[in-house]
């Protein structure tokens, strides 16, 4: 007997402390934030975030890919996100890809408009079998011209002439060889960079003892590339003519990234073929979410495996565009009913299985802000895995509404 009533007092304690517990008011704590608006996107009954349905989905999920390369990485460059990876941290020979670095720091030394007159050490000799802009000892051209050359038809020549003229930019009138002081600073930008699995011995990018990066540490260059207008111009150019300053010799180029001229959307970056790499491919591309960068190294068609891993890319994946003409119109409805929105624009990547499980719910701060002030955050789930939680900020002068009332619509 005495043990019932002994359970029964103990049940009837518990019962109590979870009422106080429940009410913040009486203990004298106040909930930070009320929740506000819970929703789905695109819908279905919230608190069943797996379903049979979504089992099958996931076994409709496309496989990863099979690709010859021997080294490759797919990645979301505006969500920053890893869609796929085979052996991405390999050190291999980078080839022609290395002239990316050698255009940054080219960039970062030189304008445009620079005269630079080509020296015989820099033109391209037959015996080397290189890639060529053509040029010839003592002709006078800009650096927007070798920048075209190197980004192009791959120029060795435009990028050992670039490299001595930067250079000598770095010496300064000092004594030294510019193209040593030029390989020292690109392994300085490497070394900023944090980049482990890379490591260059000339500008040009031809197999070398000691010549190595990565699939990885070729996205993050390109991606620094990318960042510079004149760099994306010039590496999205399709053909292009240009001439010596006194209009002596024309050079006509065409790009030799083939998805150029194939695929919608692909704005660059670099080809590289070597013996000690086989064939690569830095490659850019406009997606549903902003760029999509994909590298691959070691390949025996880097065409044909951009390929592959773009078109899987695209069926594996879906992108949520929020803010500033984001996508999700519900959510934005409920944003505009409670004053607030996002003051960034922010994309969630979710696997194609995964996608219809995307829902959200608005945590608002108690009391109204200033349009500059916080008001909380979105918390955006996918099934029970936690996604992204992206702050929401106030767009209308502070209301007398009570806390948690949507502000009243303005004519």
Same mark, same amino acid.
């Given at each position: 007997?005495?043990?019932?009533?002994?359970?029964?007092?103990?049940? #009837?304690?518990?019962?109590?402390?979870?009422?106080?517990?429940?009410?913040? +008011?009486?203990?004298?704590?106040?909930?930070?934030?009320?929740?506000?608006?819970?929703?789905?996107?695109?819908?279905?009954?919230?608190?069943?975030?797996?379903?049979?349905?979504?089992?099958?989905?996931?076994?409709?999920?496309?496989?990863?890919?099979? %690709?010859?390369?021997?080294? *490759?990485?797919?990645?979301?460059?505006?969500?920053?996100?890893?869609?796929?990876?085979?052996?991405?941290?390999?050190?291999?020979?980078?080839?022609?890809?290395?002239?990316?670095?050698?255009?940054? =720091?080219?960039?970062?030394?030189?304008?445009? /408009?620079?005269?630079?007159?080509?020296?015989?050490?820099? %033109?391209?000799?037959?015996?080397? &079998?290189?890639?060529?802009?053509?040029?010839?000892?003592?002709?006078?051209?800009?650096?927007? &011209?070798?920048?075209?050359?190197?980004?192009?038809?791959? +120029?060795?020549?435009? #990028?050992?002439?670039?490299?001595?003229?930067?250079?000598?930019?770095?010496?300064?009138?000092?004594?030294?060889?510019?193209?040593? !002081?030029?390989?020292?600073?690109?392994? &300085?930008?490497?070394?900023?960079? +944090?980049?482990?699995?890379?490591?260059? %011995?000339?500008?040009?990018?031809?197999?070398?003892?000691?010549?190595?990066?990565?699939?990885?540490?070729?996205?993050?260059? *390109? /991606?620094?590339?990318?960042?510079?207008?004149?760099?994306?111009?010039?590496?999205?150019?399709?053909?292009?003519?240009? @001439?010596?300053?006194?209009?002596?010799?024309?050079?006509?180029?065409?790009?030799?990234?083939?998805?150029?001229?194939?695929?919608?959307?692909?704005?660059?970056?670099?080809?590289?073929?070597?013996?000690?790499?086989?064939?690569?491919?830095?490659?850019?591309?406009?997606?549903?979410?902003?760029? %999509?960068?994909?590298?691959?190294? +070691?390949?025996?068609? @880097?065409?044909?495996?951009?390929?592959?891993?773009?078109?899987?890319?695209?069926?594996?994946?879906?992108?949520?565009?929020?803010?500033?003409?984001?996508?999700?119109?519900?959510?934005?409805?409920?944003?505009? !009913?409670?004053? =607030?929105?996002?003051?960034?624009?922010?994309?969630?990547?979710?696997?194609?299985?995964?996608?219809?499980?995307?829902?959200?719910?608005?945590?608002?701060?108690?009391?109204?802000?200033?349009?500059?002030?916080?008001?909380?955050?979105?918390?955006?789930?996918?099934?029970?895995?936690?996604?992204?939680?992206?702050?929401?900020?106030?767009? *209308?002068? *502070?209301?007398?509404?009570?806390?948690?009332?949507?502000?009243?619509?303005?004519?």
């Amino acid at each position: 007997m005495w043990a019932g009533q002994w359970a029964r007092g103990t049940r #009837a304690l518990a019962t109590l402390l979870l009422v106080f517990a429940a009410l913040p +008011g009486l203990t004298g704590f106040a909930p930070p934030r009320i929740t506000a608006e819970p929703g789905l996107l695109p819908g279905g009954p919230e608190g069943t975030p797996f379903t049979l349905s979504d089992l099958a989905l996931l076994r409709s999920q496309p496989t990863a890919p099979t %690709i010859g390369a021997r080294s *490759a990485i797919v990645w979301d460059a505006t969500a920053g996100v890893e869609l796929f990876s085979k052996a991405p941290d390999e050190r291999i020979p980078p080839a022609s890809t290395t002239k990316m670095l050698t255009a940054i =720091v080219g960039l970062d030394l030189l304008k445009l /408009d620079t005269r630079i007159t080509v020296d015989p050490r820099d %033109i391209s000799l037959p015996e080397y &079998d290189e890639s060529s802009m053509n040029l010839a000892a003592g002709d006078l051209v800009t650096f927007e &011209d070798l920048l075209f050359g190197m980004l192009l038809v791959s +120029g060795g020549d435009a #990028a050992r002439t670039t490299a001595r003229a930067a250079g000598t930019v770095l010496l300064a009138g000092t004594p030294g060889d510019p193209i040593a !002081r030029f390989m020292r600073e690109m392994n &300085d930008r490497v070394a900023k960079m +944090g980049l482990a699995n890379t490591h260059f %011995i000339n500008p040009h990018g031809d197999d070398a003892s000691g010549q190595y990066s990565s699939a990885r540490d070729l996205l993050r260059i *390109a /991606d620094e590339a990318l960042k510079r207008p004149d760099f994306a111009r010039v590496a999205a150019t399709t053909t292009a003519t240009r @001439r010596t300053v006194d209009g002596g010799r024309s050079f006509a180029m065409e790009n030799s990234n083939k998805l150029l001229f194939q695929r919608a959307g692909v704005h660059g970056v670099k080809t590289g073929t070597t013996d000690g790499c086989g064939q690569c491919l830095v490659t850019a591309q406009w997606g549903p979410g902003g760029r %999509i960068l994909t590298v691959v190294l +070691g390949s025996p068609d @880097r065409v044909a495996d951009t390929t592959i891993l773009l078109d899987w890319t695209n069926a594996a994946y879906r992108w949520f565009i929020l803010g500033q003409g984001g996508e999700l119109s519900g959510l934005n409805a409920a944003l505009a !009913r409670w004053g =607030v929105t996002f003051r960034d624009r922010r994309a969630i990547v979710l696997q194609t299985w995964e996608a219809p499980s995307l829902r959200y719910r608005l945590l608002l701060e108690r009391g109204l802000g200033a349009p500059s002030e916080p008001r909380g955050e979105v918390l955006f789930m996918a099934g029970t895995r936690e996604v992204l939680r992206l702050p929401v900020y106030a767009i *209308a002068p *502070a209301e007398t509404n009570a806390p948690g009332t949507p502000i009243p619509a303005r004519p």
